[in-house]
């Protein structure tokens, strides 16, 4: 069953604490992306990774951290320093940056 | 700077009545525009999408029109029913990748 894997679903932290969302996707896709999305502003670029072992930052990357270690992974990790981290994240995947294909997301609430 | 604009905010169509969604775009390098459907709680899906070699496109009930001078796309989504209720994003790319989104309107279809 081919797709693209975000765990869990829902989470929740503490404020101050880090959190690590996964994404795993079995596509075969070399490019990966994560996004924000908070209600009126549709989806903001966070971070992106073309190949293994290489990303860049997006358009709001400050507070967040990735790793691309292996092709089918693509971990972010929400850090302290993010000043309002409680948003729904959504992980992409594709072949090439025209067609990306999102998994379900997560939704982090941080009290 | 929005470079994807979306308008209407919200859209309330009759069943069996047309939707239509516009979007503008301001960067002359973007030339591949997508049209993603997210239901609540869901991750966005890849609907249909237009180059802009070509002024419209069809898939089924849903249409891009696209307007290369005027910069501007829209969707129409004929006969529209309930299970069209959704947010709709316009977005559009280019050589560098990354993926620019409108914020997204809310289509409720009444029965």
């Known amino acids: 069953d081919g797709g693209i894997t975000q765990s869990p679903k829902y989470l929740f932290r503490k404020e101050g604490q880090n959190v690590t969302l996964s994404c795993e996707q079995n596509?075969?896709?070399?490019?990966m992306y994560w996004y924000r999305q908070d209600p009126g502003q549709g989806l903001r670029l966070i971070y992106y990774?073309?190949?293994?072992?290489?990303?860049q930052k997006g358009d709001i990357a400050e507070g967040y951290s990735v790793s691309r270690e292996k092709k089918e992974s693509f971990p972010l990790t929400v850090t302290s320093a993010q000043k309002n981290p409680t948003a729904f994240y959504l992980c992409?995947?594709?072949?090439?940056?025209?067609?990306?294909?999102f998994g379900p997301g997560t939704r982090l609430t941080v009290t | 700077q929005q470079q994807v604009k979306q308008s209407p905010q919200s859209l309330i169509v009759q069943k069996g009545g047309i939707s239509i969604i516009n979007c503008a775009y301001e960067?002359?390098?973007?030339?591949?525009f997508p049209w993603y459907q997210q239901f609540p709680g869901k991750g966005p899906a890849l609907l249909i999408a237009?180059?802009?070699?070509?002024s419209e496109k069809k898939e089924g009930r849903f249409t891009i029109s696209f307007n290369k001078s005027a910069k501007q796309f829209s969707l129409h989504i004929m006969d529209s029913q309930p299970g069209d209720s959704a947010t709709y994003f316009c977005?559009?790319?280019?050589?560098?990748?990354?993926?620019?989104f409108g914020k997204g309107i809310t289509l409720s279809v009444r029965p």
């Open positions: 237009i180059r802009p070699d070509v």
């Open positions: 596509l075969n896709h070399d490019a």
């Open positions: 990774s073309q190949i293994v072992n290489d990303f």
């Open positions: 977005a559009a790319t280019g050589a560098n990748s990354k993926l620019t």
């Open positions: 960067n002359t390098a973007f030339d591949y």
């Open positions: 992409a995947s594709g072949t090439t940056p025209y067609e990306q294909y």
